[in-house]
């Protein structure tokens, strides 16, 4: 493997192949969306007639929806596991081919604190900015909790790097609470990958392979 062109070749296929994979589990709820009851929210909290109306009337697709999304629910893991595996292909690619030695001026202060100059996570401090952070270093934080998801704690600067993206999001102020999606303290996730790359938009190959191009400056 001589260039970063050369790995985003030899990995097309596997990652087109992983985005097939989760397409399909996406579709499982893009195929029956929920119906929409367009009225006075009082109406549903307080069973009026008009949304009993519409709801008799909807039974069979809101019923469609609720199997779909508990559909969804158990095949969650496994999105997640596909998205991981992504990561890990991206994050390779970083480690291999990022040539960046610098730290940026623009990076949050409480990640210059932790990030050494000449250590690894520099070399992933590239890229456009997700929640005024460089994906480079969200793809290294996501792969990290994939691979060390027995691990009792996540390590610097990993840790630091989720905890920012959960309180830096848009209208997020300091009483606001941790978006969810990202906070490491929610038992309900066990596996953030999927989250992640959403964050990132790669939810199809153009998407990922347009960032794989940027990030390592490959033709």
Not at 31 to 43: F, K, Q, R, T, V
Not at 92 to 106: A, C, T
Not at 190 to 206: A, C, D, H, M, V
């Amino acid at each position: 493997m001589n260039s970063a062109e050369e790995y985003i070749k030899r990995t097309e296929s596997a990652a087109i192949k992983i985005f097939d994979g989760i397409d399909l589990y996406l579709k499982i709820l893009h195929d029956s969306p929920l119906p929409i009851y367009i009225g006075n929210a009082g109406d549903t909290l307080h069973q009026r007639p008009t949304y009993k109306n519409w709801a008799a009337a909807n039974r069979d697709a809101i019923q469609s929806s609720l199997n779909a999304q508990r559909e969804f629910s158990a095949e969650i893991f496994a999105l997640a596991t596909l998205c991981g595996s992504l990561l890990q292909i991206a994050a390779m690619g970083l480690q291999w081919f990022s040539e960046n030695e610098e730290i940026p001026q623009d990076l949050p202060e409480v990640l210059r604190s932790l990030i050494k100059p000449k250590s690894k996570p520099v070399k992933f401090c590239i890229g456009r900015r997700v929640r005024n952070l460089p994906i480079g270093l969200i793809i290294y934080a996501g792969r990290n909790q994939f691979n060390h998801m027995d691990d009792e704690e996540i390590r610097e600067p990993s840790k630091t790097i989720f905890n920012f993206l959960a309180h830096n999001y848009t209208g997020a102020t300091e009483q606001s609470p941790g978006d969810p999606a990202f906070d490491l303290e929610n038992e309900v996730l066990i596996n953030f990958s999927s989250n992640i790359t959403g964050l990132l938009e790669w939810r199809s190959y153009k998407s990922y392979h347009s960032d794989m191009k940027s990030l390592l400056a490959a033709v």
